[in-house]
């Protein structure tokens, strides 16, 4: 099946501070999300992207799907950016997300 | 508002015992899945349904049940025969399988001893 992985696996920042997360599949895929867990469990939708390049505020995401990774940039981070994100990929089928391991980012003041 | 809600936020059970965890959503969505997650871990499938009365096997099922009744409920059973049930379990729903955003509840975490 298909592989996700994502680095860095934990990342330190200062208020303030820019940083990117990848995420690499290991084989074609035709969708991708991004998640934010918070410190409760919640998982948020980021984006959903097969392709190319999405922004919302502070956060874009950009699907190179032919190279087979994704990257979520976070610009000028905030202690609320802190948690976990998530890549996932849908299975051949459609019919499920598969999850990376996840990058924990912790952001202090 | 819509969204998914999943009941109870916390579950303590004994060994042995089955227990069900439930999930209701009114996003009017056709597709519903199940997910555990492990410390440290992404999210695996349980099981999902892509339609009322109609729900597959995902990549973890052994030791779980499930129904679909109703398109707006989708409970998952966990079984005294689940070797590791201590985990956090997320539903999801999209408007329809096949690639479609998943959206997910806030979760269950249960703790059996």
């Known amino acids: 099946g298909i592989q996700v992985e994502q680095s860095p696996p934990d990342l330190i920042l200062q208020e303030g501070a820019n940083s990117t997360l990848r995420c690499n599949f290991s084989d074609s895929v035709n969708n991708l999300q991004w998640f934010h867990q918070n410190p409760w469990g919640q998982l948020i939708n980021l984006f959903y992207i097969p392709s190319g390049t999405k922004q919302n505020g502070r956060l874009s995401a950009t699907t190179v799907a032919t190279e087979r990774y994704s990257l979520l940039y976070i610009s000028s981070s905030q202690t609320t950016d802190s948690g976990v994100y998530f890549c996932a990929v849908f299975n051949q089928a459609g019919t499920a997300l598969i999850f990376g391991k996840g990058t924990t980012l912790s952001v202090s003041s | 508002d819509g969204g998914i809600t999943q009941s109870p936020k916390y579950l303590f059970r004994k060994e042995g015992q089955n227990v069900t965890l439930s999930c209701e959503q009114n996003?009017?969505?056709?597709?519903m899945y199940w997910y555990r997650q492990d410390p440290g871990q992404g999210l695996r499938l349980i099981y999902y349904s892509q339609i009322v009365n109609d729900f597959q096997k995902g990549d973890i099922a052994e030791g779980y049940s499930v129904s679909r009744e109703k398109k707006e409920s989708f409970p998952l059973t966990v079984t005294s025969a689940q070797k590791n049930p201590t985990a956090f379990y997320l539903c999801a729903s999209s408007i329809r399988d096949g690639f479609y955003e998943q959206y997910f509840g806030p979760g269950t975490r249960l703790t059996v001893t």
């Open positions: 996003l009017n969505h056709d597709a």
